[in-house]
């Protein structure tokens, strides 16, 4: 395998077996990360994505297949009573769970979805007010967290409303504030356009905010899918377009002919770097690029691997 498709792929893909559509059992779904962990690709391996109200399922685990890394998918958070209260509910469950088993299961990222009331451009005073409450939340709960991806809601206005996000997320000197982008589902209307993720893709990279991806991401390269009835987006281009946005500080126009592109010859790893097409990336910027383009959840560890294979990429 050549340096530079390991570069590109470690650690890429966050485990998220307990979601649809393989929605299994949490039994099944930690042992099956727990042999991912051991076997010869466990170098494409991330975290375990599990939702904080089933933190507390967890321990009967945690001494036979520590240790554990995990990402936290929270309820969400917002300035009416209703979100407020999951998200201190969830803090609350974290901060226990990290008490009596963070040695053996670390929580290192949060992901957030934000009630729409959070980012809304038509608040008469602070628009980034509720956001900003909540970053503060977060840093006086004291999580031991790596980072936290906020996610916000599809509609007609969410650029404006992605726009106010990063604002406060590109404040962060720490860098561990990050945005979530879901691209795919169960619908085909869950599946982003083009032009919407080479959007947020080069806008992240450009101010230097960790992204990661979540849903439909399960094939490495752009292709119809029957059962939804539309295309779909695939890993191996939305990453290699992020690294060549960042390393090559590509525009959206550029961004968008390789997000789109169904065609595995234009895409070429050896170990002093990758390609698509004449654009090229030495292994050195993927590394670096691989700050801001972070991982993607998949309930599968499998099918990433099989289609790799397929394309001769993997042994």
Known sequence: MSASLRALLAGVIDYAGLFPPAQLPLDQAIRNYARYRTGPDAWM???????????AELPPYCNEVAPLKLSVL??????????LQGMADDLETILAFHRDWGERAAIEALELPLADEVVQPTQ???????????TTALEKAGLPLKITYFEINPGP?????????????VADPSRRLGFKLRTGGLHASAVPAVADVSFVLTACCRNRVPLKF????????????????TKMHGFLNIFVAGVLAHARRLDEDQVRPIIEDEDAGHFGFDDDGLHWKDLRAATEEIV???RWVTSFGSCSFDEPRDDLRALGLLT
């Open 288 to 290: 670096t690029a691989r």
């Open 124 to 134: 008469k005073k602070d628009p980034q007010g509720g956001l900003a409450g909540l």
């Open 157 to 169: 206005d969410w650029r404006t409303r992605f726009d106010l996000l990063s604002a406060i997320l």
């Open 214 to 229: 979540t849903a439909g991401l399960h094939h490495p390269l752009r292709h119809f899918d029957a059962g939804l009835q």
């Open 74 to 83: 929270g309820r969400g958070g917002g300035m009416t009573r209703e979100p």
């Open 45 to 55: 391996l991330g975290r375990f994505v599990i939702p904080a109200a089933r933190l």
